[in-house]
């Protein structure tokens, strides 16, 4: 029979795993649920966003072999998604220059290129530039870089 004692330390480290996965600060438990549920809401969001666009206008396998991209506003700044299921060689360059372009620095961000090209950022509006950044407008941009990248990778092949 398992001890009370084991059973909490195997809930409590469980709980701090998913504090880890979610991103929260939260210290109760009870916190760190709730973080989790708001991860989960989010998550949800995020699909139902791609879906909707993977619905609407992107069915040629063309368009399907560009990265897909979402953009949204959220409390900190601007949060960019790109996800592609091939690798794409010197497109994180074209990225990281529409951030500069706009006056956003890169806050937070994970990218993976190994088979695939994955990457999340959060950008942040420098302190120089007084205007709000539209969510729409960073995502236009990052979708001519990716033009801009394809065109220029077509050129060297």
């Known amino acids: 029979m398992v001890s009370r004692k084991h059973k909490k330390d195997v809930l409590h480290e469980n709980l701090q795993i998913l504090r880890?996965?979610?991103?929260?600060?939260?210290?109760?438990?009870?916190?760190?649920i709730q973080d989790a549920s708001k991860y989960i809401q989010?998550?949800?969001?995020?699909?139902?966003?791609?879906?909707?666009?993977?619905?609407?206008?992107?069915?040629?396998?063309?368009?399907?072999?560009?990265?897909v991209v979402t953009v949204e506003a959220v409390e900190k700044g601007i949060q960019v998604n790109l996800y592609s299921e091939r690798s794409c060689p010197g497109?994180?360059?074209f990225i990281?220059?529409?951030f500069e372009e706009l006056s956003l620095n890169v806050l937070d961000a994970?990218?993976?290129?190994?088979?695939s090209f994955h990457l999340e950022a959060l950008g942040v509006e420098s302190e120089?530039?007084?205007?709000?950044?539209?969510?729409h407008i960073v995502k236009q941009t990052i979708l001519h870089a990716i033009e801009n990248w394809s065109e220029n990778n077509d050129h060297q092949d």
Request: with cysteine; aromatic share 4%; hydrophobic share 30%.
């Open 20 to 32: 880890s996965i979610t991103n929260s600060h939260a210290t109760n438990d009870s916190s760190i």
């Open 42 to 67: 989010e998550l949800k969001q995020k699909v139902e966003i791609l879906n909707n666009e993977l619905s609407s206008g992107q069915g040629s396998s063309y368009q399907n072999s560009w990265p």
């Open 91 to 93: 497109l994180l360059v």
């Open 96 to 98: 990281l220059k529409v």
């Open 110 to 115: 994970r990218v993976s290129c190994t088979g």
């Open 128 to 135: 120089q530039n007084g205007e709000s950044i539209d969510a």
